[in-house]
């Protein structure tokens, strides 16, 4: 079975340029999830979606921010435009929605560096 | 005060030994609790849940004190392929607003020696 898939792996791009980040979740998770992982503030939740409905942004840092989900088996996340900053390792993560226990599967990440 | 707290580390043990590490979290309402690890470069993975009457799955043993919000996992016989971040991660499912999300500590780095 084919796991979270994320596309690209690395990416590197020059302050000001947009980035878009794609995410596959495993088929029939309802609930997906951004994260960011950096050293200094650890793994957090940018935003989730249940059924393709966005759910909770607050984790968002700011309007150059933005993401999608069209459909159950792809979502996006848009920065534009990317500052130094932004560089971190961004994780998607898919779950079945209805259980307390059940478990995120993650992807393998992006690693974002702007320059 | 940040709702999951962990200590950094790194816990450096040689191998067979017994480690332990601490978690607490802020929100009473919290429902239920994870371990997940993670290796370095990789994504976080699930180690165990954690159940309100203690769990054990190998040489792991997972305890939850939710009068105190204390969370502990327990390595029995540390291996080499133990050496890890743990991640102690806490959910507000059925909560209102809380759904699925998941807030992860920052981590407890663990390092098994020879």
């Known amino acids: 079975d084919a796991g979270v898939i994320q596309s690209p792996r690395h990416e590197v791009t020059e302050m000001g340029q947009e980035v878009t980040l794609r995410c596959k979740p495993i088929s029939g998770h309802n609930s997906l999830f951004w994260y960011r992982q950096t050293m200094m503030r650890g793994l957090e939740l940018l935003i989730y979606?249940?059924?393709?409905?966005?759910?909770?942004d607050s984790g968002m840092p700011e309007d150059r921010f933005s993401a999608k989900m069209p459909n159950a088996s792809f979502s996006t996340l848009k920065i534009q435009p990317s500052e130094p900053r932004d560089s971190a390792v961004y994780f998607c993560a898919s779950t079945a929605l209805g259980l307390a226990y059940n478990e995120q599967f993650f992807g393998p990440g992006t690693r974002l560096t702007v320059l | 005060r940040k709702e999951v707290e962990q200590d950094p580390g790194p816990f450096n043990v040689p191998e067979g030994a017994t480690v332990a590490f601490n978690c607490t979290y802020s929100n009473s309402a919290s429902q239920s609790f994870f371990w997940y690890r993670q290796d370095c470069r990789k994504e976080p993975k699930l180690l165990m849940s954690v159940y309100s009457s203690g769990n054990e799955d190998g040489r792991f043993t997972a305890q939850l004190n939710r009068a105190s919000q204390y969370i502990s996992l327990l390595i029995r016989d540390s291996k080499l392929s133990d050496s890890a971040t743990y991640l102690c991660v806490v959910n507000m499912f059925g909560v209102t607003g809380g759904g699925n999300k998941l807030t992860f500590g920052t981590g407890t780095q663990l390092k098994v020696e020879l």
């Open positions: 979606f249940n059924n393709n409905v966005p759910i909770d």
